[in-house]
T-cell receptor
Framework: AQTVTQSQPEMSVQEAETVTLSCTYDTSESDYYLFWYKQPPSRQMILVIRQEAYKQQNATENRFSVNFQKAAKSFSLKISDSQLGDAAMYFCVRGGGADGLTFGKGTHLIIQP | NAGVTQTPKFRVLKTGQSMTLLCAQDMNHEYMYWYRQDPGMGLRLIHYSVGEGTTAKGEVPDGYNVSRLKKQNFLLGLESAAPSQTSVYFC????????????FGSGTRLTVV
């Protein structure tokens, strides 16, 4: 089975500081996609950022950026200037096949005011 | 608003009862998916569909059946509910094979007693 591993069950960061969430994945495919999804207490799944494996340039969305290391199969998420609204579960996700997305177990991010 | 609608949002079943969860999308998406989310497990794929009239098994299909008679609807059925099926169920849809991420419903919390 192709897996996604998030080694940090919980992370805590002070408001306005920077935090990095780690993710490694396993895949036998050459063409795939990686995502970070956010799930706040409302339970809604929200797409944070998306990376295409064939692109070497790291994706950036405002305060969110990734460090994509294809050879190492690593895909970390950096959140700059953390805000209280960033508190949520964050899931690293691999996609690209018709059979859906493969989720990591998630990292619970706590923002300390 | 366009999106994915799940019905119902909450349900309590007795062991052995049956029920159907409805997922409806109005974005003309070809692909639809059912996931379950358990504490500490992330989301796991139950069944999916790549178009009207098609269904396929995911990672954890046992105890569930699905149907996609109309493109916009994807039904998840539990014929004889078991306590192990207590979970939060998410439906998702995508235009293609997930490379642009998915649109998720808001989830159904199911408790089997």
């Amino acid at each position: 089975a192709q897996t996604v591993t998030q080694s940090q069950p919980e992370m805590s960061v002070q408001e306005a500081e920077t935090v990095t969430l780690s993710c490694t994945y396993d895949t036998s495919e050459s063409d795939y996609y990686l995502f970070w999804y956010k799930q706040p207490p409302s339970r809604q799944m929200i797409l944070v950022i998306r990376q295409e494996a064939y692109k070497q340039q790291n994706a950036t969305e405002n305060r969110f950026s990734v460090n994509f290391q294809k050879a190492a199969k690593s895909f970390s998420l950096k959140i700059s200037d953390s805000q209280l609204g960033d508190a949520a579960m964050y899931f690293c996700v691999r996609g690209g096949g018709a059979d859906g997305l493969t989720f990591g177990k998630g990292t619970h991010l706590i923002i300390q005011p | 608003n366009a999106g994915v609608t799940q019905t119902p949002k909450f349900r309590v079943l007795k062991t052995g009862q049956s029920m159907t969860l409805l997922c409806a999308q109005d974005m003309n998406h070809e692909y639809m998916y059912w996931y379950r989310q358990d504490p500490g497990m992330g989301l796991r794929l139950i069944h999916y569909s790549v178009g009207e009239g098609t269904t396929a098994k995911g990672e954890v299909p046992d105890g569930y059946n699905v149907s996609r008679l109309k493109k916009q609807n994807f039904l998840l059925g539990l014929e004889s509910a078991a306590p192990s099926q207590t979970s939060v169920y998410f439906c998702a849809s995508s235009y293609s094979s997930g490379n642009y991420g998915y649109t998720f419903g808001s989830g159904t919390r199911l408790t089997v007693v």
